[in-house]
């Protein structure tokens, strides 16, 4: 029995999120792809196209346009357009050639230097870092003018001598951070041996970059053969583009007149050189996904029929039924569900869930900040008197840390490097019209002594500081302007549990002192339950349970709550097996009917929780749960039995080894019971 | 069927029976970033202990304190500096190479912190666990009833749906189910785990945990839990080391090293761990500055320059580990019977 | 410090390549450069044309290749080059800082100009990405930078100068430009000028576009760009304090890489358009066959390529903090 129904077929959605799906889908591989696909065929197809030789000086000199030479004849005699069609099959030869053997260096060298490191890294690095800078066209002139005729190859043997250390050097950096990750690690402790951890494991995640670098070679080598032919190095008894400008350029094409020419095999290779392009960059762009997503079609916001905002009480934050997505290729994700909170003034609302749950999505979306593919499908965010998805963007810069400021998850990184912590703490006052230097000074003198920094850092740089100081600094930025509201995005995850512990002591001192009201979002419940007033609880998306911090922590109502808080394993008493939540979340680009949690819980009701639409009940005073258990209208017989059920089944799993002050899931439910009759009574 | 996780016997620091210990490492040292020269950063500072056969050890340290480099110095993913490895008793030489090393991973095998990580993308489960059953010449012809028990073994059934995977089609918790596989399939008799549960949600951390456990207790395993969370530690472990800053500074049972530690930075780490239970009132704690750059560690104690209870004798060389009684050691002069008669009274440790 | 002495270490390694390079090439040849000369030349050479060509490549010198060796190094070191064969008997350096200027300043200049054009329609091509005419940019950009210099320059020439007559057709100078440094002197110069200008700024524009894009695109993604949206950062600011501050650092250092490409389309524009510059002489060095020449311009442009290099790093150290700390 299932509550998710997938979205779209599965195959389908795999096929289009493989590389080569992304590659047929890119317009640019799509475009350089065909255009080279055009050349390789001209090449092929030569005879058939074109009657004569190439060589052969048969015709009369400059002759014009007719149905025989459809491009006319050389100063020597030569047919125009059989010197094109063949000229096309070795130009490609010193592309792919030269490009295959330039790549097959650099991958050579790249990753020789990546996997066995130290001294053969560092004698590799230096010749890359030569060959670099070395100047490639003059280096093959000067080479090529010594090994003069003797056919193509020398001539692809130079170029791809001189142009691999471009591609060595970013194979080499690419395949440094592959040796760091852990799967190679892995396969070692495994036991391969190098020849199958560098052909193995570590090229083929490599293929991507080969393939942009082949295509970057072959482009390098097709314009260095031009470039070589047109000033008569190398061998111009050869037919190549290449050869055929020099020829125009040395029988005085131009000043007879024979334009095309001269505009034929330019245009060509340039084209040629444009379809290398196009792959180099569209294999990139698929294989770096920083690089990559094009345009999406963005759905507008639909406002919620009730209006913007209505007006609750004095909650200084309310979100409205805020629904946020993620638009994909194959269709919205669903991050964020009808989701419906208030902050007041001074609380520190703390909200709850495991990775994927929407908590830093809704976060983000209800303070605007949310990039594409992100966007806000519905509902509405009031901060005190400002409607937030409303505003226009310079409002919304005005009102942004003058009334509610950030911090995020990843601080390490989000300090700008390049700039002075002092910059850094002034933009963000400067923004908002505190420009008078003293103040400036002042301030964030106030501001670091408020967060336990040593002033003298705000002429450092952020390199200069260590995770600690940087959470601090930017917790002092967010301080700057005293706003309302602070959202703070798993602001110590990334930190040691001392420094965590340090840092939520200046942010607990500094909201009383100040009033400031917060969002603090974490995966940590334990931590969460000790610093909030109130907490809520998201799971798939939905915020599932809110009740006040100790409520909450003494009488969680909703199963998952109740199961997540026996998740982590007691620093106290006797040790015993707990066990957590099996399963898993279902995916949100899913339709959920009913509730989310449905198949994971231990205590469902088939036929109620996966069916009917999820609503949010009332259980206690300030405490709501979206779940069934607490709907009145769901027989009590029902709710009995789902919990008998449960109890059973962790009666038998726990073999009575519940031992007096643990808390398990049994015994929640055991209270729960008991408080069942009173709330229904409350609520009838 | 689950039970308590049995208090370890104390006297693990020597087993009583004769029968070797799995592993022992003996004043193991590493020091990164110098080619012979000096001023190179010193990331395992003479680290000793011994894991009995079907023993945890909890590795507890915070990052930076070494524990990831210990576990890589055992698994010879890193050379040691200077030390001594035993395997069973036998000493492991520090370099190894070829069949040596092929023969000695078959008994060391490894679970990393991130299963998104450590699984190649490009590779199908089947590929990922077949490996180690053919370098180890274990496989009979055609792995994949090999592979499929394996799958079974760590909660992954029915196998069949699973052993076609690749990562990306895999939860977290399910990959780093493959992940134990994996290490189980050369059937070693050291697991070291760095961290295998940091990475997953909370709601599942505690299945991958109870699956290690049954996996020790079914087949005898010792393993290195290594983690940051002390209260995991106490779940998982038989015993705990501590780890600062590349040193080991305390090391016992691990109901009384958590319950009742005895080193200052013991007692810092537990009292900066979130407890919900503790009345819901943030506990002020008591420490300076940061952990110290491993560059230029200073002479003595490397906690002293944060440590409530510093005195001057602390920055007179690293002390000793000075035995507390049950089989729990800890690095601080505190217990040294000299001063503590001096501060009798005034330090509660 | 250390960051500063390590390049200029890779400085002076590559420099050694280079002229180390120039020794071995024409030793590699089969039989030896001055009877290839000889042939060429056919008794129509000076009889001390010959013995400096024989000097030149060490046939006189009886001693090891390691002897012959070290005195080229010793005559590089002092500036000696021989004398060149086309030109004989015009010492080889007096031909080299004839042509200097003019490359340094055709080359120079438009790279800049091209460097400065390019990186700022790939900030807006990056920052704007998704809008048709920032996206429309990148096939243009490497159609432009696919097409062969040279092929483009003969085309400029063609229609500019041959057809329209709005340029002259070659050379930097006219013929009788008056006095050095007047006002005709520059107009000529700066009309000489144009064409090949315009040949190199428009055929490599577009690769500094595409880097410059690519950067951009990268750092929009970073953490402390959205730090900076969110404390309400004017857009103008967060361009050019946050993307293109860091945006430019990879660029710029993938300017000293591609500067020995960029010279390489330099020295077939200068072909073209017979701007006396250094790649014109090594195009006439290598037509007649002058190999003394061709080797002295080698290594100048390697030279020149080089100092750029370093001037390059030099930059990037005040740009960027982390490289101050030799932590990059």
């Known amino acids: 029995m299932t509550a998710v129904i997938p979205a779209a077929t599965v195959p389908r959605r795999a096929w289009k999120n493989t590389s080569l799906g992304r590659f047929f889908r890119n317009p640019r591989s799509v475009a350089g792809a065909g255009l080279l696909l055009l050349f390789v065929l001209l090449a092929l197809l030569a005879p058939v196209l074109t009657p004569y030789n190439p060589n052969s000086l048969q015709f009369d000199a400059f002759m014009g346009f007719s149905a025989q030479h459809p491009l006319g004849t050389t100063a020597l005699g030569q047919d125009i357009f059989s010197q094109f069609v063949y000229g096309a099959r070795l130009t490609l030869l010193v592309g792919s050639a030269a490009g295959l053997i330039a790549t097959f260096l650099s991958v050579t060298f790249g990753l020789a230097a990546a996997y066995f490191g130290g001294r053969v890294d560092e004698a590799i690095n230096t010749l890359i870092n030569v060959f670099l800078v070395l100047p490639g066209l003059p280096l093959i002139i000067v080479a090529a003018a010594f090994i003069r005729g003797g056919g193509v190859w020398p001539v692809i043997l130079v170029i791809g001598l001189t142009g691999w250390a471009f591609g060595a050097r970013v194979l080499r950096s690419q395949a440094l951070a592959l040796r760091e990750r852990d799967f190679i690690a892995a396969a070692t402790v495994a036991g391969e041996g190098p020849i199958r951890i560098i052909f193995v494991e570590m090229l083929p995640n490599m293929a991507g970059l080969i393939a942009a670098n082949f295509f970057g070679a072959a482009l390098y080598a097709v314009l260095s053969e031009a470039g070589l032919s047109f000033i008569g190095v190398g061998d111009v008894s050869l037919v190549t583009w290449g050869t055929m400008l020099y020829w125009a350029q040395a029988k005085g094409a131009l000043l007879q007149g024979a334009w095309w020419w001269v505009a034929l095999p330019g245009l060509s290779i340039a084209l040629l050189g444009t379809s290398f392009a196009l792959l180099n960059f569209a294999v990139d762009e698929i294989s770096n996904p920083k690089l990559g997503g094009g345009r999406l079609k963005m759905p507008r916001r639909t406002v919620s029929a009730a209006g913007p905002a209505p007006v609750a009480g004095d909650a200084l934050l309310a979100i409205n039924d805020l629904n946020v997505g993620y638009v994909t290729p194959t269709g919205t994700v669903r991050a964020v569900r009808d989701v419906t909170l208030e902050v007041q003034p001074g609380e520190l609302l703390g909200l709850a869930g495991e990775s994927g749950c929407g908590k830093s999505t809704l976060a983000f979306a209800a303070t605007r900040l949310l990039d594409p593919p992100g966007a806000v499908l519905g509902g509405s965010v009031r901060l005190a008197e400002h409607d937030l998805l409303a505003l226009s963007p310079e409002e919304l810069r005005q009102v942004r840390w003058k009334e509610f400021s950030i911090v995020f998850q990843a601080s390490m990184s989000v300090l700008n490097p390049v700039l002075k912590i002092r910059e850094q703490v002034y933009d963000a006052m400067q923004a908002h019209g505190v420009t008078d230097k003293a103040k400036l000074d002042a301030r964030a003198r106030e501001l670091f002594d408020l967060v336990g920094i040593q002033t003298s850092y705000l002429d450092a740089y952020p390199h200069q500081l260590s995770g600690g100081m940087k959470q601090r600094v930017v917790i002092a930025i967010a301080l700057a302007l005293e706003p309302k509201l602070i959202v703070m995005d798993e602001p110590t995850t990334a930190l040691d549990v001392v420094v965590q512990r340090q840092i939520l002591q200046e942010i607990n001192d500094v909201r009383r002192r100040l009033g400031i009201s917060i969002i603090f979002i974490t995966h940590d419940l334990s931590l969460l339950v000790e610093m909030s007033d109130r907490v809520a609880i998201m799971y798939a998306g939905e915020v599932v349970e809110q009740a006040p911090a100790h409520q909450l922590y003494a009488h969680p109502a909703h199963p998952y709550t109740q199961q997540l808080m026996n998740s982590f394993p007691p620093m106290t008493g006797p040790r015993t097996r707990r066990s957590g939540i099996p399963g898993k979340p279902p995916p949100l680009s899913a339709e959920i009917v009913g509730c989310p949690f449905f198949e994971r819980c231990t205590k469902r009701m088939p036929g109620v929780c996966d069916v009917k639409p999820l609503q949010t009940f009332p259980v206690a005073e300030h405490q709501t749960a979206a779940c069934f258990l607490y709907d009145p209208t769901v027989s009590p017989a029902l709710k009995g039995n789902a919990i008998r059920e449960s109890q059973i089944n962790a009666g038998q799993s726990n073999a009575g080894q519940i031992s007096a002050g643990q808390i398990s899931a049994g015994q929640i439910s055991a209270g729960e019971v008991s408080r069942e009759p009173a709330r229904n009574a409350k609520l009838n | ?349 | ?328």
């Open chain 3, 1 to 328: 410090m250390s960051y500063l002495l390590r390049k200029l270490g890779i400085f002076v390694f590559t420099l050694w390549v280079a002229a180390t390079l120039n020794f071995i090439l024409p030793r590699l040849v089969p039989g030896d450069p001055v009877s290839v000369m000889l042939a060429k030349y056919q008794g129509r050479l000076d009889p001390s044309a010959v013995d400096a060509l024989k000097i030149a490549y060490g046939l006189n010198d009886l001693g090891s290749p390691i002897s012959q060796y070290f005195t080229y190094l010793g005559n590089l070191l002092r500036g000696d080059f021989g004398r060149s064969i086309s030109l004989f008997p015009t010492p080889v350096i007096d031909v080299v800082l004839r042509a200097l200027p003019y490359t340094l300043g055709l080359v120079g200049i438009t790279t800049i100009i091209s460097f400065v054009l390019g990186s700022g329609l790939g900030l807006y091509s990056g920052w704007r990405r998704g809008r048709a005419g920032a996206d429309a940019v990148v096939p243009a950009a490497l159609f432009l930078s696919s097409m062969p210099y040279f092929w483009f320059g003969l085309l400029l020439l063609y229609v500019l100068a041959f057809q329209l007559k709005w340029f002259p057709l070659s050379g930097a100078l006219d013929p009788f430009p008056g006095d050095a440094y007047s006002a005709g002197w520059w107009s000529s110069l700066a009309r000489h000028a144009v064409l090949p200008v315009l040949t190199i700024l428009v055929t490599s524009v577009g690769g500094w576009l595409i880097t410059m894009r690519n950067n951009v695109i990268s750092v929009a993604s970073e953490d402390y760009l959205a730090f900076a949206r969110a404390k309400g950062l004017s857009e103008g600011r967060i361009v050019n304090r946050y993307v293109l501050r860091n945006a430019l650092l990879p660029s710029f250092t993938a300017f000293g890489m591609s500067l020995g490409f960029v010279v390489g389309g330099s020295i077939l524009t200068e072909i073209v358009f017979s701007y006396p510059g250094l790649g014109y002489y090594l195009y006439q060095s290598v037509t007649n066959l002058d190999y003394p020449l061709m080797q002295a311009l080698f290594f100048f442009i390697a030279l020149a390529v080089l100092l750029a290099n370093l001037l390059v790093d030099l930059i990037n150290v005040i740009l960027d903090p982390r490289i101050r700390e030799g932590r990059a």
């Open chain 2, 1 to 349: 069927m689950s039970q308590p996780v049995t208090p370890s016997s104390t006297e693990v620091q020597s087993p009583p029976s004769s029968a070797p210990n799995t592993l022992e490492i003996v004043n193991l040292r590493k020091v990164f970033g110098t080619r012979g020269k000096a001023g190179g950063v010193v990331a395992v500072n003479d680290v000793s202990f011994a894991i009995a056969r079907g023993e945890v050890l909890g590795l507890v340290g915070e990052s930076g304190s070494g524990k990831s480099t210990i576990a890589r110095l055992i698994a010879h993913l890193y050379t040691p500096t200077a030390g001594e490895i035993r395997l069973g008793g036998q000493p492991v030489p520090n370099r190894l190479g070829g069949a040596a090393l092929r023969k000695f991973r078959k008994h060391v095998q490894m679970i990393f912190q991130d299963p998104y990580a450590s699984l190649n993308p490009l590779h199908p489960v089947r590929y990922t666990l077949s490996r180690p059953l053919k370098i180890h010449g274990l496989a009979r012809g055609n792995t994949d009833a090999q592979v499929g028990s394996l799958l079974e073994r760590v909660g992954l059934s029915p196998a069949a749906t699973y052993i076609a995977k690749r990562p990306f089609e895999l939860s977290g918790g399910q990959r780093q189910r493959v992940g134990i596989a994996r290490a189980l399939a050369a059937s070693p008799e050291l697991i070291l785990a760095d961290e295998p549960t940091s990475a997953l949600d909370v709601s599942i951390r505690l299945d991958v945990m109870n699956l290690m456990l049954d996996l020790k207790d079914q087949e005898g395993l010792s393993m290195l839990f290594i983690t940051h969370d002390l209260a995991g530690a106490r779940y998982m472990s038989d015993r705990v080391a501590v780890l600062y800053a590349g040193t080991l500074v305390e090391i016992g049972p691990a109901v009384e090293v958590i319950d009742r530690p005895q080193h200052p930075y013991t007692q810092l780490l537990k009292s900066a761990a979130p407890k919900p239970d503790a009345g819901l009132v943030p506990e002020e704690i008591e420490a300076r500055g940061e952990v110290p750059d491993l560059k230029t560690l200073p002479p003595g104690c490397p906690f002293e320059p944060r440590c409530p209870h510093a005195m001057p004798e602390c920055k007179d060389g690293l002390p000793k580990m000075y035995d507390v009684g049950g089989g729990h050691t800890a690095r601080c002069i505190l217990h040294d019977p000299a001063i503590r008669a001096r501060k009798q009274g005034l330090v509660g440790v």
